[in-house]
C-alpha cells in the first residue's frame, strides 16, 4: 500500500531529479572558480591568523557572504542580472528550511534529555564498562556512548576523555594511544549523533535528510569503528597496566546530581522505534524532546524547578523549567568540576550558530549557482574523472584540502557540499553519499591537522601533541579509506532512481 507519504516523497524525489543547472556560456572555468579561491583564501587567513576557534561565532559567516559577493561581480561581468541572483538564493535558503527546523528540535530535544536525566544516565552507565585489561578498547566505547548522548566530541573529549587520559597516566599507560582511543570514540558517536551539528550540516548541504544520511553513514562508519576496536584490543593484550582505574568519584557525583534509573532509556528507545519506523524526523524529535520534558518532571523534579527560578514545583516553575530547557542555555552543576561543561545544553538557541552558518552558505551556493559557476566546476570535474570512484576521489582530497587550509571542519563540509552536489546528481548518484563522504573525510580528519580549530582544540585540551596521538586516531584517518574503498567496489552507492 502507498501512503501519502510515499507518494509525496516519490515527487519530492522526482523534483531533485529533474531541478535544471544553471547554465552560463558566457564564464569560463577559471571565472567560476574565482569566487572559490578567494574564499579559501579569506577563510583562511579569518581561521589561522585572525580570530581562530571563536571564527564560527559570525566573522566565518560573514566571509561567506563576502565569497557570495565576489561570485557575484563575477557574474555582473558575465551579464547575470542581480534579480536572477537573489532568486537563486532565495531558492536556495528554501531548500533547507527542513533541516534548519529539524536543527532546532535538535537543540530542544538535547535540553530535555540533560534535565530528564537521560544523558546523564547513558554517561553512567558508559563508565562502569571501563576495565584496565582492555583500557583502550574501552576508552573507544565509553566516548563513543557519550558522544552519541551529547553530539559533541569536543565536550566528550573535555569532561570524559580528560578523565580517562588521567586514568592512563596512573596506568602507565601511553597518553598517545589513549587520546587516539578517545578521538576515535568521540568523533564516531559525533558522526552518527542525530544531537551533533556536523551530522545535521552534511546532509543539509548535501541535500538529503537527518536520518536517512546517519542510517546511509553506518554502513562505512560500523565497519570503521569495528576495525578500530579489534586494533586497539590487540595493542591492549600487550600491555600491563600498573595500576587500577578510578572513577567513583565522577560515578559519585553523577549519582549525586541527577536521579539515575535505567528507566529513562525508554525514552531513546521510542524515539528509535519512531525512526526505525519511518516517522518524519521533525515529529520523532519534537516526540523525544516532549517525552524528554514529562521524564525531567518524574525524575528529576528538583532539577526542573531550580532551573524554573521557583522552591517548590509548580506549574508554573515546571513550565518555565521545560521551557527553558527547550529554549536557552541551561545547566546543571555537580561537585565535580571536569561535568560541569558536559552538563550542559545550548537548547535552540544553541543552533543559532550552525543555522546561521548554513544559511550564508546557502547565500554563497544560491549565487554560484545563478552565474553558471556550479554548473562549470562541476563539468570541470566530470570531465577530469569519469568514474564514479574518481568523483568520490575527488570529494575526499577537497575535504581534507579545505581542513588544511580553511582550518575548520564545518567549511571542509559546507564548501565542497555546495561544489559537488550539481556533480554528483549529474553521476545520478543519490545525495546520501555526498553527505556521507563528506563526514567520512570532512568531520572525522580536522582532529588529525594541528593547526585545524579542532586539532588545535583537542591537543590542548587532552595535553597530548598531535603527532603523538595521531596514528593512533584509528577511526579518523581511516574513515576517508573506508568510503573511497566502497565507491572503488561501488558498495552501498545508492542512484538517484533508487530514492
Known amino acids: 500500500m502507498v501512503t501519502l507519504q510515499d507518494k509525496i516523497y516519490t515527487m519530492q524525489s522526482q523534483d531533485k531529479q529533474n531541478e535544471k543547472i544553471v547554465e552560463n556560456k558566457e564564464l569560463n572555468i577559471w571565472e567560476a572558480l574565482i569566487p572559490v579561491i578567494a574564499l579559501v583564501i579569506m577563510l583562511f587567513y579569518n581561521v589561522f591568523y585572525a580570530f581562530g576557534d571563536d571564527a564560527l561565532s559570525g566573522s566565518n559567516q560573514f566571509i561567506l557572504l563576502l565569497g557570495a559577493a565576489v561570485a557575484a561581480v563575477v557574474g555582473v561581468f558575465n551579464k547575470v542580472s542581480y534579480k536572477q541572483m537573489v532568486e537563486e538564493v532565495a531558492q536556495n535558503v528554501k531548500s533547507t528550511t527542513g533541516a534548519l527546523l529539524i536543527l532546532l528540535m535538535v537543540g530542544a530535544l538535547a535540553g530535555t534529555w540533560l534535565i530528564s536525566g537521560i544523558i546523564p544516565t547513558m554517561i553512567y552507565y558508559g563508565l562502569q564498562i571501563l576495565n584496565p585489561t582492555i583500557f583502550l578498547a574501552s576508552c573507544v566505547v565509553i566516548c563513543a556512548i557519550i558522544s552519541i548522548a551529547t553530539g559533541s566530541s569536543w565536550t566528550t573529549s573535555a569532561t570524559v576523555g580528560i578523565a580517562l587520559i588521567g586514568i592512563a597516566e596512573a596506568l602507565g599507560i601511553s597518553l598517545g594511544m589513549t587520546a587516539g582511543a578517545v578521538l576515535s570514540g568521540a568523533y564516531f558517536g559525533d558522526k552518527l549523533s542525530p544531537l551533533s551539528d556536523t551530522t545535521n550540516l552534511a546532509p543539509a548541504m548535501a541535500g538529503t535528510d537527518l536520518f536517512t544520511h ?11 569503528i569495528i576495525v578500530t576496536l579489534i586494533v586497539f584490543i590487540i595493542i591492549g593484550v600487550g600491555l600491563d597496566p600498573v595500576g587500577v582505574a578510578d572513577t567513583t568519584s565522577i560515578l559519585a557525583s553523577i549519582d549525586a546530581s541527577f536521579n539515575i534509573s535505567p ?40 532539577i526542573v524547578t531550580t532551573i524554573g527560578g521557583g522552591d517548590t514545583l509548580d506549574f508554573t516553575s515546571g513550565y518555565k523549567g521545560i ?14 568540576e571536569a561535568l560541569n561543561d558536559l552538563f550542559s545544553a545550548g537548547g535552540m538557541s544553541g543552533m543559532l550558530g550552525t543555522i546561521w552558518l548554513i544559511i550564508c552558505a546557502m547565500v554563497f551556493g544560491g549565487v554560484m549557482d545563478a552565474i553558471g559557476a556550479l554548473a562549470r566546476i562541476s563539468k570541470a570535474l566530470l570531465s577530469l574523472f569519469h568514474t564514479t570512484f574518481g568523483l568520490f576521489a575527488s570529494t575526499v582530497a577537497s575535504c581534507l584540502a579545505l581542513n588544511l587550509t580553511a582550518s575548520d571542519q564545518y567549511l571542509a563540509i559546507v564548501v565542497p557540499g555546495k561544489m559537488y552536489s550539481k556533480a554528483f546528481k549529474d553521476k545520478g548518484l543519490a545525495p546520501e553519499n555526498l553527505s556521507r563522504t563528506l563526514e567520512d573525510s570532512g568531520t572525522v580528519t580536522s582532529v588529525l591537522v594541528p593547526w585545524n ?28 579509506f573506508t568510503t573511497l574503498l566502497f565507491a572503488a567496489f561501488r558498495i552501498k552507492i545508492r542512484q538517484l532512481k533508487e530514492a
Open 323 to 336: 521551557m527553558n530547557a527547550i529554549t536557552v542555555d541551561t545547566s546543571v552543576a555537580t561537585d565535580n
Open 263 to 302: 528507566w529513562l532509556f525508554i525514552v531513546p528507545i521510542l524515539v528509535i522505534v519512531m525512526i526505525v519506523r519511518k516517522t518524519p524526523p521533525l515529529i520523532a524529535l519534537l516526540a523525544g524532546t516532549l517525552l524528554g520534558g514529562l521524564a525531567a518532571l518524574i525524575f528529576q523534579p528538583e
Open 453 to 480: 580549530t579542532c586539532g588545535a582544540y583537542q591537543s590542548g585540551v587532552l595535553g597530548v601533541p598531535v603527532i603523538d596521538y595521531f596514528a593512533f586516531a584509528i577511526f579518523n584517518w581511516l574513515s576517508p
Open 214 to 224: 546517519i542510517k546511509y553513514m553506518t554502513y562505512t562508519t560500523v565497519p570503521t
